[in-house]
């Protein structure tokens, strides 16, 4: 079973007027992605030179160009990553993240196929800890 949403989202500064409704919202604006990773939903408008992409190796990186880089309009990242890195560089209140996003999948861990009685225990314990709210407790803390 899923244990997060893993959901991509625009990271801006607060006082930015930029809403995300569909990859047309970034024309002519420039997203800070990460190295490496893949945006299928903004590719298109990538290649074709409506959206510019400007690639960071950390995440970390991603908020620091948004924040003081003129020329950069939003980061994309995981809302709770993004909301843990916040935190914990003390920016929560400079930034805030677009209500839609480009993404939205469950994340699991994988294991091998003989693994299935593990996976149900595994399971079993994680709803569980969905109903007793301890699973919310924990990500609260990342927030």
Do not use: C
């Not at 244990?3 to 989202?9: A, F």
């Not at 903004?42 to 991603?62: K, P, T, Y």
């Amino acid at each position: 079973d899923p244990i997060v949403s893993i959901e991509e989202v625009f990271f801006v500064r607060k006082e930015s007027d930029l809403e995300y409704r569909s990859p047309q919202d970034l024309y002519e604006k420039t997203v800070v992605t990460h190295l490496g990773y893949h945006y299928p939903e903004l590719q298109a408008h990538f290649d074709a030179g409506n959206i510019q992409r400007f690639d960071v190796s950390r995440h970390r990186e991603m908020f620091t160009f948004v924040l003081h880089g003129d020329r950069f309009d939003a980061a994309v990242a995981d809302r709770l990553v993004g909301q843990w890195i916040l935190k914990k560089e003390g920016l929560q209140d400079r930034f805030r993240s677009t209500g839609q996003g480009i993404n939205k999948f469950g994340f699991r861990i994988m294991l091998r196929k003989d693994s299935q009685d593990f996976a149900d225990a595994f399971n079993a314990e994680l709803q569980a800890i969905r109903e007793n709210g301890a699973l919310e407790t924990i990500l609260a803390k990342y927030r």
